[in-house]
């Protein structure tokens, strides 16, 4: 079945430098990659998504590139702050049908970020 | 504002009894889903529903079953709960098929005795 890798599991930078989480998966089919972001205690939401038919997409400090070639797709973090210390999810479609079709999400097993001051 | 409840932050049962999480939604979402999330194993998913009295098992139905009679209310049913069953569970929801946003609850952690 599908499956995403996620790594590395830990990442430890200093504040203001810049922070790389990559995940592959294995379904080409896949056309959907969300991000999402779960601080200590609070519910995961989402900070970025991107597209098949897209290669890159920024937000602010946040973008995420995608080869699909190589089914992989990162998020990029610059000038990291305290704030962005948190576990991080990516997650790709399934492409799932079942008389409706229906988005199911395969998530990453996370990373957890941390932002030393 | 999107709002995703779910009904108890903390929950501790015993072994064997039958246990219900329920989780409600006000943004008229088609989709939603119940996660379990374990440290170092990511969110996996348990069920999910597309539609009032629809689900489909996802990755780790085993154990769990579902209800969803109104579209509002997605409730996960453990039938009897076993100490492998203690974790977080979240309950999420979105609009749309083909990819689209899920909001996600607060989540219930559980703890099985």
């Known amino acids: 079945g599908e499956n995403v890798e996620q790594h590395p599991s830990t990442l430890s930078v200093q504040e203001g430098d810049s922070a790389v989480i990559k995940c592959t998966y294995s379904?080409?089919?896949?056309?959907?990659f969300p991000w999402y972001k779960q601080e200590l205690g609070k519910r995961p939401q989402l900070i970025i998504d991107?597209?098949?038919?897209?290669g890159e997409k920024k937000d602010q400090r946040i973008a995420v590139t995608l080869n699909k070639t190589a089914k992989h797709f990162s998020l990029h973090i610059t000038e990291t702050q305290p704030e962005d210390s948190a576990v991080y999810f990516c997650?790709?479609?399934?492409?799932?049908?079942?008389?409706?079709?229906?988005?199911?999400?395969?998530f990453g097993t996370g990373t957890l970020l941390a932002v030393q001051p | 504002d999107v709002k995703v409840t779910q009904s108890s932050r903390y929950l501790v049962k015993r072994t064997g009894e039958k246990v219900f999480l329920e989780c409600v939604q006000d943004?008229?979402?088609?989709?939603m889903f119940w996660y379990r999330q374990d440290p170092g194993l990511g969110l996996r998913l348990i069920y999910f529903?597309?539609?009032?009295?629809?689900?489909e098992k996802g990755d780790i139905p085993e154990g769990y079953s579902v209800s969803r009679e109104k579209k509002e209310r997605f409730s996960l049913i453990l039938e009897s709960a076993s100490t492998n069953q203690t974790s977080m569970y979240l309950c999420?929801?979105?609009?749309?098929?083909?990819?689209?946003?899920?909001?996600f609850g607060a989540g219930t952690r559980l703890s099985v005795l």
């Open positions: 999420a929801s979105s609009f749309t098929s083909g990819g689209d946003i899920q909001y």
């Open positions: 379904d080409s089919a896949s056309n959907y």
């Open positions: 991107i597209r098949s038919n897209v």
């Open positions: 997650a790709a479609t399934k492409g799932y049908n079942y008389g409706g079709a229906t988005n199911k999400l395969i």
């Open positions: 943004m008229d979402h088609e989709n």
């Open positions: 529903s597309y539609d009032v009295k629809m689900k």
